[in-house]
T-cell receptor, first 115, second 111 residues
Framework: KAGVTQTPRYLIKTRGQQVTLSCSPI?????VSWYQQTPGQGLQFLFE???????NKGNFPGRFSGRQFSNSRSEMNVSTLELGDSALYLC??????????????FGPGTRLTVL | GNSVTQMEGPVTLSEEAFLTINCTYT??????LFWYVQYPGEGLQLLLK?????DKGSNKGFEATYRKETTSFHLEKGSVQVSDSAVYFC??????????FGTGTSLTVIP
């Protein structure tokens, strides 16, 4: 089975621009979560989508948004980019058969640099 | 609320040394507990997990035991190798909730 894939792998943007990142989960997985990873803040939870609905949300401003499509693929969007948005953005998927023991499987991440 | 606290890094060990990375948690219910590992330039990979009290997760020589009485899930390995150099994350999850991750502990093993 193919793993979680994220595109693009690297991205350079300037302040004020917007960006869209894409995540394809493992086939059959219904939940997709997004995380921001920075050296100073560690791994910060952004949001989780399950069956096209946002199920959980972290403490990020409204500039960060996401969605999930019927095939479980997900996108996240960051508008009006700030320098502090430079980070590795990780996507993770899980099967979600209704048990909290489900493991999350991570993609390699998208490295976003804001200049 | 839920949270995970890991020991601060970085940790530097000589090859074949014993490793312990401490992890304690706070949870309102009965979470599952996980250790993830991140090698340089890669995403996180599941290392091991435990789903209930007294369960022991193990993989690649690493072990961790779910201790409800001390709310801990410490990671141990008897003899580390250079290839174990990575960042290790402790995490928990309760039903229907998001994953909560610790801040990560960087491990460097020197020959």
């Amino acid at each position: 089975k193919a793993g979680v894939t994220q595109t693009p792998r690297y991205l350079i943007k300037t302040r004020g621009q917007q960006v869209t990142l894409s995540c394809s989960p493992i086939s059959g997985h219904r939940s997709v979560s997004w995380y921001q990873q920075t050296p100073g803040q560690g791994l910060q939870f952004l949001f989780e989508y399950f069956s096209e609905t946002q199920r959980n949300k972290g403490n990020f401003p409204g500039r960060f948004s996401g969605r999930q499509f019927s095939n479980s693929r997900s996108e996240m969007n960051v508008s009006t980019l700030e320098l502090g948005d430079s980070a590795l953005y990780l996507c993770a998927s899980s099967l979600e058969k209704g048990f909290h023991t489900d493991t999350q499987y991570f993609g390699p991440g998208t490295r976003l640099t804001v200049l | 609320g839920n949270s995970v606290t890991q020991m601060e890094g970085p940790v530097t060990l000589s090859e074949e040394a014993f490793l312990t990375i401490n992890c304690t948690y706070t949870a309102t219910g009965y979470p599952s507990l996980f250790w993830y590992v991140q090698y340089p330039g890669e995403g996180l990979q599941l290392l091991l997990k435990a789903t209930k009290a007294d369960d022991k997760g193990s993989n690649k020589g690493f072990e961790a035991t779910y201790r409800k009485e001390t709310t801990s899930f410490h990671l141990e390995k008897g003899s580390v190798q250079v290839s174990d150099s990575a960042v290790y994350f402790c995490a928990l999850r309760e039903t229907g909730n998001q994953f909560y991750f610790g801040t990560g502990t960087s491990l460097t093993v020197i020959p």
